[in-house]
């Protein structure tokens, strides 16, 4: 069964940092797309970073040259190093995975299917 448990959101001013973690429990798969997703109150749920199983990734204009996706395989653990953060960052992030053989987008950050999500973690950015 595969689960996705977050941890690591919180408050933070404008131009700290955090870090959010997904491990990814049961997912074995080695044809994959893993990444974060983020939405904001009354916002439609928006990709921010994804990671292709080919070593691959995709950043929203919004976060590119501040946010970092990186995947520890040993620990089969997702991370999302956010920098430099703004208070228009403020949101619920998730981490999604796709189903087996699940790919991608190379120009924007989307997957083709999302088969699984985590619970979501709050980051709130005070100005």
């Known amino acids: 069964q595969v689960q996705l448990r977050e941890s690591g959101g919180g408050s933070v001013q404008a131009g700290g940092s955090l870090r959010l973690s997904c491990v990814l429990s049961?997912?074995?798969?080695?044809?994959?797309?893993v990444g974060w997703f983020r939405q904001a109150p009354g916002a439609e749920r928006e990709g921010v970073a994804l990671l292709d199983s080919d070593g691959s990734t995709t950043y929203a204009d919004s976060v590119k040259g501040r946010f970092t996706i990186s995947k520890d395989n040993a620990k089969n653990t997702l991370y999302l190093q956010m920098n430099s953060l703004k208070p228009e960052d403020t949101a619920m992030y998730y981490c999604?995975?796709?189903?087996?053989?699940?790919?991608?987008?190379?120009?924007?950050?989307?997957?083709?299917?999302?088969?699984?999500w985590g619970q979501g973690s709050q980051v709130t950015v005070s100005s």
């Open positions: 999604a995975a796709s189903n087996a053989g699940g790919y991608c987008y190379s120009k924007y950050p989307k997957m083709d299917e999302v088969g699984y």
């Open positions: 049961g997912y074995e798969h080695l044809s994959y797309c």
